[in-house]
């Protein structure tokens, strides 16, 4: 490594500070919800499962057919049944009873069919858009960017229960308002032949009432369900927070504040809920006058027909029965306006997920995200040039101007009190951080190894926790149990049952064997660099140097985060960051934590052999 002149310690840029995100409202039911719904379905109907999809449609449209057909002949049938009993006539009323039978006889395995293939499709339709969202959400590690950042909420609720919602209730609606315009036909054609006057005064109402439910209920209540579902979702999150964190929490008996965190949540929860059916109750009154009304409207208009002799008593039956199903028809939207509201606040969450994980989904949503941003570069070594980091959503400078190149079997020691930006340098090298400016040129991604001070355990078996990430490995099972001994963990697989066992390893396992396992991943995968994030922080001075040694007599290059005086020896060069983007470039050798190592500056540049390590500062 060879150093720079002078440290770098100029301060950062005046940046624009970001401006905080707007509240995201659910759109109304309007043109901008339609156009959102398009934006989510559209793929799967135009792209590769666009023939299952169109092919289940097509099956549940005739199913419908039939369905809407059967239900014409049923209310023929108890217009003749009526009439036939007004008239005393007993063969015309039981030839109507077996023709009803018959029509029953279709009609029940129809109807069954047709709720089982729309489920089928529903759930079809989940499997491959909950495919769609997982992929974007896991390709280039966008969960990581959407958990620390704060673009939108709770993004495993939307895909596990959104989608849900989303494919079950587009396929629910899809069908009934197609079964209403079939319907609207097939019974519309019923109720000319008997009265006009009646068709007449059933489209003013149910205009009547579709505008008044769209005008005085129809944004409130989508806005008090999208907030609904927000709500929900934080007080899941802080019982599944208490969960996973019950070890620290009773350590520190904070019961009293985990459960105001969890009441300040749930009340939360409770108001919103409390508006929502209020608007609710008073939708519920017009919904139901609006139904009922329709119990006296055909009587009222075709009871001088009937008085007269004109009209036949099953005649007004059949009449008020295609009244009922053609208002049915027509009144779909305020029969259906609760749900309806439901589900335009969850396709408003889903689109605003799409637009951050989907690839082209929505252009625009990323056009104000322009940052400067760090270059990744493909080479044979880990080299930073002209390095300036900054933090997500943050103006603050971690580290300004940094270069260094790191050749095989160098190992950096990156130290500086807390909060200079150790860990933040790190997830610079990984990707994860690209505010900022410069060039990190890395190997391929399969020969950096990164160590965490805690180490992810994954559900599984112990040989999966050796393993990770990959999912196969060509080891057999005895080198596996020998890199356990080389880690000091010779009786871990007999203790819980071999190297197939599934137990829970965050549970079982004390921190120090986590560490210790997350050592052993390292000689299974065998790579050419490994970053250390405190990665020994539970570890004895032992096991600490033991494997230190192991991973510097295999020539692994090493990147380490550490307080201790004790790893110093196991390094060639130490960075001391001295925060606001300043740091300090050190050969291990002459280096003391305690801060009596000299500077290596530019005077003393030219003592350090060019092939050990080379540093630079741009301007």
């Known amino acids: 490594m060879n150093t720079p002149p002078p440290a770098s310690t100029a301060a950062a840029p005046d940046r624009d500070a970001a401006a905080p995100e707007k509240a995201r409202r659910a759109p109304p039911l309007s043109l901008a919800a339609w156009k959102q719904f398009v934006g989510v379905a559209k793929p799967y109907w135009l792209g590769d499962e666009k023939r299952r999809a169109w092919s289940l449609l097509l099956l549940l449209i005739v199913l419908m057919l039939v369905e809407t057909k059967l239900a014409v002949m049923l209310n023929e049938q108890a217009g003749e049944m009526t009439s036939a009993l007004a008239g005393k006539d007993g063969d015309r009323f039981w030839t109507s009873v077996r023709a009803c039978l018959f029509v029953l006889a279709f009609a029940v395995p129809t109807y069954a069919f047709y709720y089982y293939m729309r489920d089928v499709f529903a759930n079809q339709w989940r499997r491959w858009l909950t495919g769609r969202f997982l992929d974007g959400y896991l390709k280039g590690r966008k969960y990581y960017e959407l958990g620390s950042g704060s673009e939108i909420d709770n993004p495993d609720q ?62 409130p209540l989508i806005h008090l369900n999208f907030w609904q579902l927000r709500r929900e979702a934080d007080f899941r999150f802080s019982l599944m927070r208490l969960r996973e964190n019950a070890e620290s929490i009773a350590f520190y008996r904070g019961e009293a504040q985990e459960r105001a965190h969890i009441d300040s949540k749930f009340s939360q929860v409770i108001d919103n809920f409390a508006r929502l059916i209020r608007k609710q109750r008073s939708l519920n009154l017009f919904q139901r006058s609006f139904s009922q009304l329709t119990l006296v409207l055909p009587g009222v208009i075709l009871a001088d027909g009937v008085l007269s002799g004109q009209l036949e008593v099953g005649r007004a039956i059949q009449a008020a029965g295609a009244f009922t199903a053609v208002l049915g028809a027509v009144g779909v939207i305020v029969d259906n306006f609760e749900s309806l509201s439901r589900f335009v606040a969850g396709i408003g969450r889903l689109q605003a997920l799409s637009a951050l994980v989907l690839p082209g989904a929505a252009p625009a949503a990323q056009a104000g995200k322009q940052d400067a941003r760090i270059q990744r570069r493909a080479g044979t070594q880990l080299a930073l040039e002209s390095l300036t980091l900054y933090p997500p959503q943050s103006d603050r400078v971690l580290i300004k101007e940094l270069s ?31 505010r900022g400016g410069g060039v990190i040129q890395h190997p391929p991604v399969e020969d950096c190894f990164f160590l965490p001070q805690q180490p992810y355990l994954q559900p599984g078996t112990l040989r ?20 356990l001994e080389q880690v000091h963990l010779p009786r871990l697989a007999e203790r819980v049952g071999g190297l197939d066992a599934v137990q829970d390893w965050e549970k079982l396992l004390s921190v120090g064997e986590q560490q210790r396992l997350a050592f052993g991943r390292v000689l299974v995968h065998r790579p050419k660099i490994v970053i250390l994030d405190e990665a020994t922080s539970a570890l004895d001075g032992g096991n600490e140097a033991s494997l230190y040694g192991r991973l510097r007599e295999s020539g692994t290059t090493l990147v380490s985060i550490a307080h201790r005086a004790a ?50 500062v741009a301007g």
């Open 158 to 219: 939307r895909i596990s229960e959104d989608v849900n919602t989303f494919t079950g209730r587009s396929i629910h609606f899809l069908l009934i308002f197609l079964g209403s315009l079939m319907q609207l036909v097939a019974f519309s054609t019923v109720l000319w032949s008997i009265s006009h006057l009646l068709v007449g005064v059933l489209a003013v109402y149910a205009l009547a009432g579709t505008v008044i439910a769209l005008w005085v209920f129809g944004t």
């Open 404 to 434: 260094l190149a790191l050749n095989p079997g160098d190992a950096l020691l990156i130290t500086g009190e807390s909060g200079c930006g150790k860990s933040s340098l790190l997830r610079a090298i990984a990707g994860l951080w690209t």
């Open 464 to 483: 999966s926790q050796l393993i990770y990430p990959s999912a196969h490995a060509s080891l057999d099972d005895g080198r596996l149990l020998e890199i």
């Open 567 to 616: 790893v110093l020896r196991h390094h060639t060069h130490v960075l001391r960051l001295l925060g606001e983007g300043a740091w300090e470039l050190h050969e291990a050798a002459g280096f003391q934590f305690e801060g009596a190592a000299t500077s290596l500056r530019s005077s003393a540049a030219a003592t350090l052999p060019q092939q050990v390590c080379k540093v630079a």
